[in-house]
């Protein structure tokens, strides 16, 4: 009798950015793999989009739908977190608009190796997300300082084709100073 060997594929989207991955069942363990791809550049989603997201995720979750006064300490929790970005007059806090903010998953990778010895397991992972602030400063300090967009990459992997692929190079890569030995 032969091992089982499977493999299963899913397109899907994540924060307005598709994706595509694999699951795979073979004799020593299964793999997991989320694959960078390409994106369209109107890819995102807004703050109050992904606020209204979460709620009804939780909404799902839960046995009974949030009332009002959970979805409005919920919201009001999130613009806490964000307060740094807020301004402080009540004027400017009426120009600030949470629905300007747009978060992007730019690219995503995800490799999971678990076999049945667990000592050749094995995570590797690559993240790129951007959040496009263009018009989130008040107008009266832009011509001061605006702020287009902010990345965040974070990566474990040295799988060269991921790296190239995903754009992901350290300072020091950039500006030719080796790395140091152990």
């Given amino acids: 009798m032969s091992d089982l060997n499977a493999l299963v594929g899913i397109d899907f989207s994540l924060i307005g950015t598709k994706l595509h991955a694999a699951y795979e069942k073979d004799k020593d363990g299964y793999s997991v793999l989320l694959m960078p791809s390409e994106q369209n550049a109107d890819t995102g989603v807004s703050i109050g989009q992904l606020i209204e997201d979460i709620k009804g995720l939780v909404n799902g979750v839960r046995t009974k739908e949030l009332t009002e006064d959970e979805q409005k300490a919920m919201e009001a929790d999130f613009e806490d977190g964000l307060s740094g970005l807020t301004p402080e007059t009540e004027e400017q806090k009426q120009e600030f608009d949470l629905n300007k903010l747009i978060v992007k998953l730019n690219m995503a990778f995800l490799y999971i190796r678990k076999t049945k010895d667990d000592a050749s397991s094995t995570l590797e992972y690559a993240f790129q997300l951007q959040v496009i602030a263009k018009d989130v400063i008040p107008e009266a300090v ?17 799988r060269q084709k991921v790296l190239d692929q995903m754009s992901l190079i350290s300072i020091n890569d950039y500006i030719g100073i080796p790395a140091a030995q152990p």
């Fill in 142 to 158: 832009r011509s001061l300082v605006t702020v287009d967009n902010l990345s965040v990459s974070v990566w474990n992997t040295t």
